[in-house]
């Protein structure tokens, strides 16, 4: 395998980590998978961005302290731009499909998140980009 | 200014032009905005993550066709992540409230976006993130 072939799987089974975390309220788990280096930020459907180490991982704090959460994912893909990583996928939590975006930077010999954005998909309406949109 | 400084301000120059060719449908400013050397990708409200500078412009054409859009932008913020810059905002649509990540990178002398993701705020009912979300 070549070495942006390793690196993009290793990217995608950071991603499996990260949803592995997520699924279980890992509080642990989903801190050694975020970047300590970089400036780190996540936008958690309909909400607004965090910034900054200490709002985001006190978002999973928060998010986890409800208990675990049924949340899988599928079609994950992975692009190398610049050496980082950005991984898609989509995410299925209960009857909800979301689609994020999670990018990642290579950081004391591994990958790390330095940002996760994850939003609702509206098959029937999207808000643009399509000729049915609502606002538009 | 120190160089970071000057980087980030034109970080955001080139965020209030991808705002201002939206407001204005205008393709060719959007089309110039958009790098022709890194794997690009866009995810627009409601929708999935497109991906490739073909399936991207060809969502902006198809959002343009419908007409000018009355689209303002606020609270926008750069950080410099590992050369790419991160710009954070939120989008204003008629009466809705939209927050959106936009990832840049340096070519050929200037800043050009690499990625664009958008999701509607939902100040009520954050589906995660806070104790009082839809699915936790």
Known sequence: MSREGA???AALELNAA???AFARSDLEAMDAIWSRDEA???THPGGRTLQGRVAVMGSWQNLFSGGSL???YSGDS???VRGLAFVNCLEHIEDK???ATNILVWESGSWRFVCHV???ISEAA???GAPSGVLH
Chains 1, 2 share one sequence.
Do not use: E, K, N, Q
Request: charged fraction near 20%; hydrophobic fraction near 50%; charge should be negative.
């Open 7 to 9: 690196d993009a799987v």
């Open 97 to 99: 499909t979301l689609v």
């Open 70 to 72: 049924d949340i899988r």
């Open 40 to 42: 780190v930020s996540c």
């Open 78 to 80: 992975a692009t190398l």
């Open 18 to 20: 990260f949803y592995d």
């Open 126 to 128: 999207p808000l643009r």
């Open 118 to 120: 994850a939003g609702v």
